[in-house]
């Protein structure tokens, strides 16, 4: 089973081009991380793979998307869920007024009420914070444990593939270790990721393959191992401050450009 985007093109509002043509495959064994700069394109591309465009007035101009060969693009968002794929969005976005086992219940919406206590059984399992505060307001819950609820709630769609949005972000370092292990461990079980993050170094820690995203196109795609000892990714990603790796972006742009669209 592949998860896949074929040569994707998106625009917004028909006036801003968001991707021009983006490309990636993701087998359901590997973990595949996507970097990119803010504004390369990262979250436009997850919103064309889980049927959010509309929502944000953005559209499908060229290309498509495909889960086993079978059009993706085409289903609105509870389709894409029902196919076998789910998303946690940056940010996290708990329904804050809700207890815990309430927002895990919102990521049920099409289980009997049989099996729904199978699913906070597993669910629990995964995260044991999650079950020591079930019946806490999720507003009040820390960001890690806002953000582990946030995947727990899409796993209790049981997916083939969990699409992961920025996870490490506004975390302590100790949290990110942890939310690292628990992607490491969901993979284990048998659930493709793609993991699109800004924090190169966690992601390539863990990724099988990994993609580099500049202006909506996908510029260079290698296995992690290899993007971990390219000297431009180490040198733009891996290292610096946030200054240097800004000024990096500005003097070197043009020929990395060129060196990876050659």
């Given amino acids: 089973m592949t998860l896949a985007v074929h040569n994707l093109e998106v625009v917004y509002e028909d006036v801003i081009l968001a991707l021009r043509g983006a490309s990636l495959s993701v087998p359901r064994d590997t973990i595949v991380a996507v970097l990119g700069a803010n504004g390369a394109g990262k979250t436009t591309l997850l919103r064309a793979m889980t049927g959010l ?4 007035r953005g ?8 889960l086993d060969g079978a059009t993706l693009d085409t289903r609105k968002a509870a389709g894409v869920v029902k196919s076998g794929v789910s998303q946690v969005m ?12 309430e927002n895990l219940r919102v990521g049920a919406h ?3 009420a049989r099996d729904l206590t ?3 059984d597993r669910i ?24 582990m609820l946030a995947i727990g709630r899409a796993m209790m769609a049981e997916p083939n593939y969990l699409l992961l949005d920025e996870p490490s972000l506004g975390l302590a370092p100790k949290i990110v270790e942890q939310i690292r292990d628990l992607i490491v461990s ?3 079980g048998g659930t493709g990721i793609l993991l699109i993050e800004q924090n190169a170094a966690m992601a390539l820690s863990i990724a099988d393959h990994g993609y580099v995203m500049e202006n909506g196109l ?3 795609d290698a296995p992690a191992e290899t993007l971990r000892s390219d000297s431009d990714i180490q040198e733009f990603y891996l290292g610096g401050t946030g200054e240097e790796r800004a000024s990096l972006r500005d003097v070197k742009h043009y020929k990395r450009r060129k060196r990876w669209l050659s």
Avoid: C
């Avoid at 559209?59 to 495909?66: A, E, L, Y």
């Fill in 53 to 56: 465009l509309d929502v944000h």
């Fill in 59 to 66: 559209k499908i101009t060229r290309g498509h998307v495909s």
């Fill in 90 to 101: 940056e940010g996290r976005r708990v329904f804050t007024e809700f207890t815990v086992e």
């Fill in 110 to 112: 099409t289980t009997s």
């Fill in 118 to 120: 199978e699913k906070y």
């Fill in 124 to 147: 629990y399992g995964m995260f044991p914070i999650l079950a020591e505060r079930k019946n806490a307001i999720a507003g009040y819950l820390s960001g890690g444990e806002q953000q």
């Fill in 186 to 188: 969901i993979n284990a």
């Fill in 218 to 220: 996908t510029v260079m």
